[in-house]
């Protein structure tokens, strides 16, 4: 191999993995600065430049997102999808409010299926728990002021 050939391929081998995110938190911090310099520029962008925007948006949003949706937190999760509006937002200038709407309309009915789960099959049960642990209170409760009454009434 040429050393001009050599060196081209190591400068791309370079360049691409320098790209690519290294970690979960590698990852949210290319994926902020890449939706940061979109903002910064939106405005002058060409067709070309949308093109480019949009293949390293689908990477963060679904090549890079897929190594690691596993150790994302909730928080993670609600970074990501500000940054994926807000990419939306600059590209489309969409509503935010369809945007939001589509995002965590499936996040939104799980909670409302977990929530209804709950309900069916623990609330009873912890209801029950609660009323003993306040009666459980209430009974110490008055049984310390009938000790204090006493150790009033003893002392005059």
């Given at each position: 191999m040429k050393p001009i050939n050599f060196l081209f391929v190591f400068g791309l081998i370079y360049l691409l993995s320098c790209s690519q995110p290294t970690s979960k938190e590698d990852y949210?911090?290319?994926f902020s600065r890449f939706v940061q310099r979109v903002e910064e520029n939106h405005k002058k962008y060409t067709t070309n430049d949308w093109e480019w925007a949009?293949?390293?948006f689908e990477r963060y949003n679904s090549e890079w997102y897929i190594n690691y949706r596993n150790e994302?937190?909730?928080?993670?999760?609600?970074?990501?999808k500000g940054l994926i509006i807000k990419?939306?937002?600059l590209k489309n200038k969409e509503s935010i409010g369809d945007l939001l709407h589509d995002l965590f309309k499936d996040d939104v009915n799980n909670i409302g299926d977990?929530?209804?789960q709950y309900v069916d099959e623990d609330l009873d049960e912890?209801?029950?728990k609660i009323i003993d642990g306040a009666t459980e209170i209430g009974d110490s409760a008055v049984k310390v002021l009938e000790q204090v009454v006493k150790e009033l009434d003893e002392s005059f």
């Open positions: 949210l911090n290319k949009d293949k390293k994302f937190t909730f928080e993670d999760q609600i970074k990501i990419y939306h937002a977990k929530f209804q912890d209801l029950d």
